[in-house]
Structure formats: structure tokens, C-alpha cells
């Protein structure tokens, strides 16, 4: 198992740009979640789906869109970035809500 | 979920135990306590996690109190591998809800050689 795989590893943007960050796990796990981390804080949930087909946002979820069409694939898109998005970004992904997440080894954004 | 409260850092000697508290005074009786870790940017990994038992595996130990408002999360034998932010996190039980982990501050644990 390859666990939960992130792309790119890095990114730079520019202002107004968009973009889409991969997530992929070959788990079969149903609950999949992204979280930002900026330089010396915590991790704040941006979306997060408990299936195929189903979203829902967490805390910071501005400026970003979620789709969740398979079981294995939970892409974040940034529609416009702006400077403030500039983080480090995490994907993670557990059987169900109560076990263990497993996290992806992040992307880090940079938007100039 | 309950919010929880740990100390901002703390030190420990390697070798030694180290022991990591967490208030959660709010807790709910269908709550779990789980416990995660951050190495150095690296993504979070699961450690632990109990509802009122105290609860062993191969990387930890997890005590919670009897009135479940606090836990004490112990690595036994603390290496200079296990330097890192520890989060403590209060969460539905499992299968019961569709609530994801969120993560406050965390304790930065320096284990010293």
C-alpha cells in the first residue's frame, strides 16, 4: 500500500491563479479530510467528505472547493489563490470516523 | 467536540519517560480522547486514542482519569526520535458521527540527550 499520496510535493503561484492538489489513497478508506498548516501553527480542517459523494466544510473552507467522485480521489482546488493561502497542506484519510488518520506527507504552496 | 488544554512545551531527558498531560474537563461520555504527533513538517501520525480504559501499544501509553476530564499520554523510553508536537484531541466515538479531527496547539516535547 502506498497509503496517502499528495501532488506536487511543492507549488508556486501566482496571485489570481488556480490550481488543483491531488490526494489519492489505496486504503478503501472512507473518510478523507484537508487540513492547511501555516509556518508554527496548528492544523485548521479545510473540507472533508465521509464518501463518495459527500462534502462538507470545516473550519477555513474559503477559497476552496472539494469533490469527492471516487472512493480513493479527494482533490482541493484553490479558485483564485491569494497570498494568505500560502501553506503547507495536508490530506489524511481513515477507515471510518473513529479510527486512526492516516496523513499524506504534505504539498507546500507558495503564492507570490 | 470538547476542547482540550496542554501545556505549550516541555522537556524530557532521553531515556527517560515522558508524560504529557491534557485537560479535557468538557468531556462528553461518548467522547474519545486521541492522541497524534507532528515530527518537523512531516504530516501527523496517529499515536493512541481510549474512552476511560487506559490503553497500551507499541509506541505508547495512554492514562485517563477515572472522571475522564484529563489523560496523560507516556512514552516509556523517550529517544531524540520522539522530538515533536504532540496533539491531545476529543472527538465522537467512532461510527457515531461524521465529526473529522481538529487539532489545537499541541505540547512541543524536546527530548534532550
Known amino acids: 500500500n502506498a497509503g496517502v499520496t499528495q501532488t506536487p510535493k511543492f507549488q508556486v503561484l501566482k496571485t489570481g491563479q488556480s490550481m488543483t492538489l491531488q490526494c489519492a489513497q489505496d486504503m478503501n478508506h472512507e473518510y478523507m479530510s484537508w487540513y492547511r498548516q501555516d509556518p508554527g501553527m496548528g492544523l485548521r480542517l479545510i473540507h472533508y467528505?465521509?464518501?463518495?459523494?459527500?462534502?462538507d466544510q470545516g473550519e477555513v473552507p474559503n477559497g476552496y472547493n472539494v469533490s469527492r467522485s471516487t472512493t480513493e480521489d479527494f482533490p482541493l482546488r484553490l479558485l483564485s489563490a491569494a497570498p494568505s493561502q500560502t501553506s503547507v497542506y495536508f490530506c489524511?484519510?481513515?477507515?471510518?470516523?473513529?479510527?486512526?488518520?492516516?496523513f499524506g506527507s504534505g504539498t507546500r504552496l507558495t503564492v507570490v | 467536540d470538547a476542547k482540550t488544554t496542554q501545556p505549550p512545551s516541555m522537556d524530557c531527558a532521553e531515556g527517560r519517560a515522558a508524560n504529557l498531560p491534557c485537560n479535557h474537563s468538557t468531556i462528553s461520555g461518548n467522547e474519545y480522547v486521541y492522541w497524534y504527533r507532528q515530527i518537523h513538517s512531516q504530516g501527523p501520525q496517529y499515536i493512541i486514542h481510549?474512552?476511560?480504559n487506559n490503553e497500551t501499544n507499541e509506541m505508547a501509553s495512554l492514562i485517563i482519569t477515572e472522571d475522564r476530564k484529563s489523560s496523560t499520554l507516556i512514552l516509556p523510553h523517550a529517544t531524540l526520535r520522539d522530538t515533536a508536537v504532540y496533539y491531545c484531541i476529543v472527538r465522537v466515538s467512532p461510527g457515531s458521527g461524521n465529526t473529522p479531527l481538529v487539532f489545537g496547539k499541541g505540547t512541543r516535547l524536546s527530548v534532550i540527550a
Open positions: 481510549g474512552l476511560k
Open positions: 489524511a484519510s481513515s477507515y471510518y470516523a473513529g479510527s486512526g488518520y492516516t
Open positions: 467528505s465521509v464518501g463518495a459523494g459527500i462534502t
